[in-house]
């Protein structure tokens, strides 16, 4: 199997690269992280590609080498929050829609036409998309439509499996910056493990950890003036 990951030079992405080349699945590590890229590279199985996922450009000259792959996982993010709502920042919101969002549809273009038929396609969101959160404005925006977007291609896509990834609180250097309390939050290796086995097994949506993501689901049948109630109070 060809796997190809992006985001791989930090956190989820780079013990998910880790795992699949011990399981002997032939990596393609992407990122821009030079250094991180090189230290990955030393591992059996696992090819790099450094490129700019804001990058149409870059992305395809990077990745012009590779003529096809079994699975690709869409990874890369980033996260700022936004800390004056009332002076919006439309600058940090634009960073993040980029990188997020954006930088997904690239992936698709340069990406998608390289997948097997038959083959799996994995998009990262997460479960911020379940309720609205506060200061998650750019964030949540920007993971609703990823999760908008993979569930639009598991339609439109006849030959590729599409599977949605919403991870809850993952402990990488992305979260460690942090300044509130992230409940049953998991390591980077925990969550490749729940990754790795919901997208052997094909499913449509893979989120955990369960615990957490289930009280999120269920949160999200409250009438919005209550639960809006209930995040100004998280606010505060």
Same mark, same amino acid.
Request: proline content about 4%; charged content about 15%; aromatic content about 8%.
């Given at each position: 199997m060809i796997t190809l990951i992006t985001g791989a030079t930090s956190g989820i992405g780079e013990q998910l690269a880790i795992k699949y080349a011990e399981q002997g699945d032939t990596v393609i590590a992407c990122g821009r992280n030079s250094e991180k890229l090189a230290e990955l590279a030393k591992h059996n199985n696992i090819q790099t590609c450094q490129?700019?996922?804001?990058?149409? &450009? &870059?992305?395809?000259?990077?990745?012009?080498?590779?003529?096809?792959?079994?699975?690709?996982?869409?990874?890369?993010?980033?996260?700022? %929050?936004?800390?004056?709502?009332?002076?919006?920042?439309?600058?940090?919101?634009?960073?993040?829609?980029?990188?997020?969002?954006?930088?997904?549809?690239?992936?698709?273009?340069?990406?998608?036409?390289?997948?097997?038929?038959?083959?799996?396609?994995?998009?990262?969101?997460?479960?911020?998309? %379940?309720?609205?959160?506060?200061?998650?404005?750019?964030?949540?925006?920007?993971?609703?439509?990823?999760? %908008?977007?993979? /569930?639009?291609?598991?339609?439109?896509?006849?030959?590729?499996?599409?599977?949605?990834?919403? $991870?809850?609180?993952? /402990?990488? $250097?992305?979260?460690? /910056?942090?300044?509130? $309390?992230? $409940?049953?939050?998991?390591?980077?290796q925990k969550a490749a493990d729940y990754m790795i086995k919901g997208i052997h097994k094909r499913r449509k949506e893979v989120h955990f950890p369960y615990r957490f993501t289930l009280i999120l689901k269920a949160l999200r049948i409250l009438p919005l003036p209550l639960w809006l109630k209930i995040a100004k109070g998280l606010a505060r």
């Open positions: 490129f700019d996922a804001t990058n149409l &450009q &870059q992305i395809k000259s990077a990745t012009i080498g590779f003529a096809h792959f079994d699975r690709v996982i869409l990874n890369a993010g980033n996260c700022e %929050y936004v800390d004056d709502a009332r002076n919006f920042d439309s600058a940090l919101f634009e960073r993040v829609i980029s990188v997020n969002l954006l930088a997904m549809g690239y992936c698709l273009e340069a990406l998608l036409p390289k997948i097997n038929s038959g083959g799996q396609l994995v998009l990262v969101s997460s479960s911020v998309t %379940y309720l609205a959160l506060p200061r998650s404005e750019a964030y949540g925006a920007s993971k609703a439509g990823v999760s %908008y977007l993979a /569930k639009s291609l598991a339609i439109d896509l006849n030959d590729v499996d599409v599977t949605l990834v919403h $991870p809850g609180f993952v /402990k990488t $250097p992305l979260t460690n /910056k942090n300044d509130f $309390p992230m $409940p049953m939050a998991v390591t980077a």
